[in-house]
């Protein structure tokens, strides 16, 4: 009911956060320097590794990491959030309050805002993937197949995401020191999203945690459909873990926000 | 008249970490924490009626907005009940919470990037108005409070008053029955804290809104609220008319003398607030009043004479130095 009713309120809230994102592209560009730097570093640390070790690690060439790299890019582009950040400044500043007086859920207004920004700063990520890929010439194979299965599997690796960092962000109803929280949450994700490294390369026990834990459906999974790593059954089997993870956040969410709402409520800010 | 509004006993306390000053209170507080409860609000009881505009005065740390914050929502009280056009607030329904408004004079919830006109219109879908309702009350608060000029220019472009009247104008779009005003001319200079004022009682008159105010500036309150609810220290100390609260609170009454001969010692009368050529001011014990008034209509040649009640911002900081009078 609430959902349906919240999902009309969409294209104003598109439109809207489209216009503030806009105000601040130039900001935004600058922001996104980290983006595109830190996969080319692991890019060139890799490929540095697999030269000295006869031209591949892990059964990944060079051109491979950069495939590897390059689509990684834009999937974490496409998937990351910033509300673990933004939470404590919420609550800190009253916007919470109001926040809390309308009748629409706050989540659905931090969608529209989320989706927005990454559509907007798309202009500045697309032409860094095809720069970099004229520097670093990866080897793409990706077959119209491998394409078709890669969309929902990232639009579900964002959808994961966002709820798994939202549900982490209501922590700072607990405790005014969420930075804490959100570094652990940020050092494991780099490992086991596949950032540091495709899950392939990692010791045997993580890439096995990593097949179960949230982080990599966020990130190297879409990455690795695309490339056509997988076989049909473990996409498929992806698909199911992504959804379990969308469901869990998604009942973690409404059962934890309403202890967080009271919890607020009976602190007061 | 209907209640729209019925609170009872309501209380809210707080438990706030105490800790001495330096570092071995730090570090024994590591160990062992110790709080304190603050009661912000101790059993309030009082009800409004539709259409009333009522008054919260208190100074800063009353309990004035912990009560509007409970009443719009915002916060769970520790014991007491409240109800809000039949909802307890605090659930926040969304049926409940598509009549009441709350806005608070010290923050904002317009988005600071974007042009003001953006920012109804997410009202407009969070609101879950139509295209048509939205436009006749745009106009009409476009025209009421002149924000024409406004409308498409940034948030963070405008001044304070201005943003203040676009705050206003946001809060008040889906027409909500009940306005929770906590400060709202905070900081605005005096013809736009009347104009904001005229606006408020114009509202109220046309939606026949209830409307609950805090302000620290007695103008606010004397300009429009009929009745209002004094809170110290959590505590309820009157609820009534504000001749009411002027009588009950003042003391003392001064007198205004305008006399035939120049100067003339009148400190046996009472306390001499000004004297200047034939013109001065003595301020009286209320209950002495008639025979002082009596004893200088007797001893000195008087021109006019005049029995006042002393200014209110007197008397409320009367009342809140001297707890209750």
């Known amino acids: 009911m609430h959902w349906l009713r919240a999902l009309k309120a969409y294209p104003a809230f598109l439109r809207i956060s489209l216009l503030s994102n806009l105000q601040y592209r130039a900001s935004g560009a600058i922001w996104m320097i980290g983006s595109v730097l830190e996969p080319v570093v692991y890019l060139t640390v890799w490929s540095t590794v697999a030269r000295s070790h006869g031209g591949s690690v892990g059964g990944y060439t060079p051109e491979e990491f950069a495939a590897y790299y390059m689509m990684l890019l834009l999937v974490n582009h496409m998937t990351f959030t910033w509300v673990m950040h933004e939470f404590q ?68 690796g964002f959808l994961l995401r966002f709820l798994v960092e939202w549900t982490l962000a209501l922590a700072a109803f607990w405790t005014t020191r969420v930075s804490a929280i959100n570094q652990s949450y940020f050092s494991v994700q780099m490992l086991l999203s596949g950032r540091v490294a495709p899950i392939a390369l990692l010791p045997t026990w993580v890439a096995t945690a990593a097949g179960f834990l949230p982080f990599y459906y966020a990130s190297g999974f879409p990455v690795d459909v695309a490339l056509g790593h997988l076989t049909r059954e473990e996409v498929l089997r992806g698909y199911g873990i992504q959804l379990v993870w969308i469901t869990v956040a998604g009942v973690v969410i409404s059962l934890v926000w309403k202890h967080s709402a009271r919890k607020f409520t009976a602190v007061g800010s | 008249m209907n209640t729209v509004i019925q609170i009872d006993q309501l209380s809210k306390s707080y438990v706030v970490p105490v800790r001495g000053a330096g570092v071995r209170a730090s570090i024994a507080s590591l160990v062992r924490r110790k709080t304190r409860t603050v009661e912000a609000v101790k059993e309030i009881s009082l009800s409004v009626d539709a259409g009333e505009i009522v008054g919260f005065l208190g100074p800063n740390g009353a309990g004035k907005t912990t009560t509007l914050k409970m009443l719009s929502g915002l916060l769970h009280p520790t014991s007491g009940t409240a109800s809000v056009l039949g909802f307890e607030p605090w659930k926040r329904n969304n049926g409940f919470l598509e009549q009441i408004t709350l806005v608070m004079g010290q923050r904002n919830q317009l988005i600071w990037d974007i042009p003001v006109i953006d920012s109804f219109d997410r009202n407009r879908v969070i609101y879950r108005l139509t295209r048509d309702e939205y436009r006749q009350r745009l106009d009409e608060l476009v025209e009421l409070l002149e924000l024409s000029e406004l409308l498409s220019k940034p948030v963070r472009n405008l001044s304070l008053g201005e943003r203040m009247k676009c705050e206003v104008a946001a809060a008040l779009l889906h027409h909500p ?58 505590v309820l100390l009157f609820d009534g008319k504000l001749a009411d609260l002027v009588r009950k609170f003042s003391a003392q009454k001064t007198l ?7 100067q003339e010692d009148l400190s046996r009368f009472g306390q001499v607030v000004s004297q200047e050529g034939s013109r001065a001011t003595i301020r009286v014990p209320k209950q002495d009043t008639a025979e002082v008034t009596a004893r200088i209509l007797r001893e000195l040649k008087v021109q006019d004479l005049n029995v006042a009640d002393p200014p209110i911002d007197e008397i409320i900081d009367q009342v809140f130095s001297g707890g209750m009078a």
């Open chain 1, 89 to 156: 400044y919420r609550i800190q500043y009253g916007q919470l309050s109001f926040a809390l007086l309308r009748p629409i859920h706050p989540i659905h207004e931090d969608i529209a805002l989320n989706v927005s920004f990454k559509a907007v700063q798309l202009a500045v990520i697309l032409p860094a993937v095809i720069l970099l890929s004229i520097a670093f010439h990866p080897k793409f194979d990706v077959e119209p197949s491998s394409i078709a299965l890669f969309l929902p599997a990232l639009a579900m």
């Open chain 2, 177 to 234: 029955r009940i306005l929770f005003l906590d400060e709202p001319t905070l900081g605005l200079d005096v013809s736009m804290q009347r104009r904001l004022r005229s606006f408020i009682e114009q509202y109220n008159k046309r939606t026949g809104a209830t409307v609950l105010l805090t302000s620290h500036y007695m103008a606010d309150v004397v300009a429009l609220c009929p009745r209002v609810v004094v809170i110290h220290h959590g």
């Open chain 2, 256 to 262: 205004v003398l305008e006399l035939e001969e120049g």
